[in-house]
């Protein structure tokens, strides 16, 4: 079979279309012949060298993928060949089949093409864990996702738009900002002209976020503090900004507030089944009903990877970039 490959760490013509044995599916596996694969910021830091898969698992990137089901491990008795699904994945999605536990597996939801699928399960999964799941984000609260205009940003937004949530967002365009505000935001700061703790704060009369969602790590961790109200929960799930930040502790003493860290590949299978069990009951309904879309900005063909890198790096895209096989 095709899939990508990165035989030295380096820029996205690193990317190589290779050709490999097929998986087989273990016991309490499916394989799937893939159809779409979804594009993360995690697979660009793979690329570059800096961030492997966990240890005994497969080098070649991709987090989600969607498909049809193609062979199935002993035991499983969920999915029959033929289903269209889904799948949050550890890695190897950029291929023409790959091998998943059956806990991480989703159906297409209705309404959904299924190459649109793809855009699904790394973006849902990521923000019910941690939006709601860990930081625990209720009606009425305000909530502040960085990069609203990001595959995990844009679904955010919808998300916490449908729980009753009052959403800011910043975003480096106005055109990305007009897109955020039709998705359902309300705070809209360009981060290139405005400093998002002033706006924050005027617009909430003082208050700050509830909840942070934050993809930049060190480079924002003062002001995210800075931004939190009392009680208030910053969740860090990426280091765009850097790995190293100062972190006031007076003042998370006095707001008795909370910083989390967060990552969604290395979790034990366990884990990653009861979350994507729990997207399946909670958001899946919403995505049926046409309340919550998945967002595709472009798709390439598997083979034009590195184009899809580019312009994932070049982050002019709005939503999700796809990786197609067909």
């Known amino acids: 079979m095709k899939a990508i490959t990165i035989p030295v760490p380096g820029d996205p013509e690193a990317l190589v279309l290779s050709d490999i044995d097929a998986p087989e599916p273990a016991p309490g596996e499916v394989r799937i012949s893939v159809a779409a694969a979804g594009v993360n910021r995690a697979d660009v830091l793979q690329r570059q060298g800096f961030y492997n898969p966990p240890p005994g698992e497969t080098e070649i990137p991709g987090l989600e993928v969607s498909g049809v089901i193609d062979g199935v491990g002993d035991g499983v008795t969920e999915w029959v060949v033929g289903d269209e699904v889904c799948a949050l994945l550890v890695g190897g999605g950029y291929a023409e089949q790959v091998t998943v536990p059956v806990g991480q597996v989703l159906p297409v939801p209705a309404g959904v093409d299924l190459i649109e699928a793809a855009a699904l399960p790394e973006v849902v999964s990521t923000v019910w864990s941690n939006v709601f799941l860990t930081a625990n984000l209720q009606p009425g609260e305000t909530f502040l996702v960085h990069g609203g205009s990001s595959g995990i940003g844009t679904m955010a937004i919808q998300l916490a738009r449908e729980v009753g949530a009052r959403v800011a967002v910043t975003a480096g365009s106005q055109e990305k900002l007009d897109f955020c505000r039709e998705l359902g935001a309300e705070i809209l700061v360009n981060y290139r002209e405005q400093d998002f703790v002033e ?128």
């Open 199 to 326: 706006v924050l704060k005027e617009a909430t009369d003082g208050h700050g976020a509830d909840v942070i969602l934050d993809n930049m790590g060190a480079k924002y961790l003062p002001r995210n503090v800075q931004a939190l109200a009392t009680a208030g929960r910053l969740v860090v799930i990426g280091m765009q900004g850097g790995v190293k930040g100062e972190l006031d502790l007076g003042m998370l003493l006095r707001k008795r507030a909370a910083v989390i860290a967060t990552s969604l590949r290395a979790r034990p299978k366990a884990e990653k089944a009861t979350i994507v069990a729990a997207v399946r009951e909670h958001v899946w309904p919403m995505i049926a009903e046409g309340r919550v879309k998945p967002i595709v900005h472009s798709r390439h063909p598997l083979a034009d990877a590195a184009a899809a890198h580019a312009e994932m790096e070049a982050s002019g895209h709005i939503g999700k970039i796809l990786l197609v096989t067909r």
